[in-house]
């Protein structure tokens, strides 16, 4: 047996960040992985020369600058920019809430038109409310964006997200409804956004293939499976799996939403002629369809791929995608944390299920790179030149 100097749990970008950075100190890791591949959630796939996100629509977006150089080193990433169309009882609308949605909602032409609009619509909320607090989510959202919006373009699709009736959703769950006046439907606000060019999978396999050795990966390895063994033969472990099962549960289960996802080749150049569309109404079963051949702005080719997103209740038997973090969750989490310190303090805790949040990829990066930088005492920037 080689001797490692990390037992890394999990092959998604928190893992293989940490992993690819260690290597790069002469550290020698080995990372194991429960799913057959690489990359986690963000992983991707080629068929019939269209690239597939298996887990659901992943588009990079930041204004890390810094994590942006980052990713790049390891592939070329296309300039998509994630314009989203809801479709709500056949009807068109583009999203994020925009100039062109006030315009298919009402008509209005000006920025003044659409916010007095706007503002009427809220006014009759308020009315109706009083001088109570919105007690739910919908007469959260009511009060900030008004009934016309929230009926056509949140309510549907949040109550499949959540499984629940908008009236038994807490208020908390929106916080702000951001709305642009002007004529953008460029969902994401960040400067940098982009796909790689052929996928997410590719990068992990280049922080493998650069590591000079230092990493080995095994897949179809659970880590529950051998815990005792690991733990014994490692003295540094990065764990990414869920906090909870770490501790066999022993406070409790932190709760999840999670995903079903069901894809299909179409004999169509074009099927959809957009990325990704929103079903915003509560009758049909999924939320989201993604053609996937537009996030590489593929021309036509005789084939194409869908693949539809049902939002699902989770159980120990499937996916844990979203954390659901209510206050019960939050408390339970802390418990975990306090044992963490406790009873694991060889073990360090990371991505999305190790710190129980819901992480875009660029945070995640990030987070890794700052775990890099506090397990090997870097106080300065990293400098990821490239060209
Ligand atoms: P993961 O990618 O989940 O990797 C953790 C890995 O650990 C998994 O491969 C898992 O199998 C493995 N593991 C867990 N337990 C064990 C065990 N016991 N033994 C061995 N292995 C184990 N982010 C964006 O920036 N942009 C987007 O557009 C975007 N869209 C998303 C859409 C959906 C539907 C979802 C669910 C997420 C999206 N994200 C997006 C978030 C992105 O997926 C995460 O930021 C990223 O995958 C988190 O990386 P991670 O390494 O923390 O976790």
């Known amino acids: ?19 690819y950075e260690a290597a790069k100190r002469g550290k020698r890791s080995l990372v194991v992985e429960k799913r057959a591949f690489i990359g986690g959630n963000t992983h991707t796939h080629v068929e019939d020369g269209i690239t597939v996100h298996d887990f659901g629509a992943h588009i990079f977006h930041t204004d890390n600058k810094m994590v942006w150089d980052y990713v790049r080193q390891f592939a070329e990433f296309n300039g998509f920019q994630n314009q989203v169309i809801a479709n709500y009882n056949g009807k068109l609308y583009n999203l994020p809430f925009n100039m062109n949605t006030f315009y ?11 916010k007095a609009k706007i503002e009427e619509q809220k006014a009759a909320a308020l009315k109706e409310l009083g001088d109570r ?32 009736k908008a009236t038994e959703l807490p208020a908390f769950i929106i916080k702000r409804l951001p709305v642009r006046f002007i004529y953008d439907n460029n969902y994401f606000n960040h400067r940098y956004q982009g796909i790689p060019v052929g996928g997410y999978t590719q990068i992990f396999e280049h922080m493998v293939e650069r590591a000079d050795g230092l990493i080995d990966v095994m897949t179809n390895t659970d ?16 764990y990414t799996g869920m906090i909870d099962q770490f501790f066999d549960y022993k406070h409790g289960e932190l709760e999840y939403r999670s995903l079903r996802f069901e894809s299909e080749t179409i004999d169509s150049d074009n099927y ?11 009758e049909t079963p999924f ?10 702005g593929l021309a036509d080719e005789g084939k194409t791929i869908i693949t539809r997103e049902y939002p699902q209740d989770w159980d120990r038997t499937k996916e844990a995608y979203y954390p659901v973090n209510n206050e019960k969750n939050t408390e339970l989490y802390k418990k975990y944390v306090q044992e963490a310190r406790e009873n694991a303090p060889e073990v360090m805790f990371g991505g999305r299920l190790g710190k129980y949040r819901y992480f875009d990829m660029d945070q995640v990066f990030n987070d890794a790179l700052n775990t890099v930088r506090q397990e090997f005492g870097i106080d300065d920037d990293f400098n990821f030149a490239h060209d």
């Open 1 to 19: 047996t080689k001797n490692y100097d990390y037992l890394i749990v999990g092959a998604g970008p928190f893992g293989m960040t940490f992993a």
């Open 133 to 164: 607090q919105p007690r739910n989510l919908e007469e959260q959202a009511i009060s900030l964006i008004g009934t016309d919006i929230y009926k056509a373009l949140i309510k549907g699709y949040t109550e499949k997200q959540w499984g629940r």
């Open 287 to 296: 939320t989201r369809q993604m053609e996937w051949r537009h996030f590489d």
């Open 104 to 114: 298919q909602m009402w008509g209005t032409k000006t920025p003044d038109e659409a």
């Open 272 to 282: 959809q002629g957009n990325a990704v569309i929103n079903y915003t109404d509560a």
């Open 223 to 238: 880590f529950f499976d051998h815990k005792d063994e690991f733990l014994a033969e490692f003295p540094k472990v990065l």
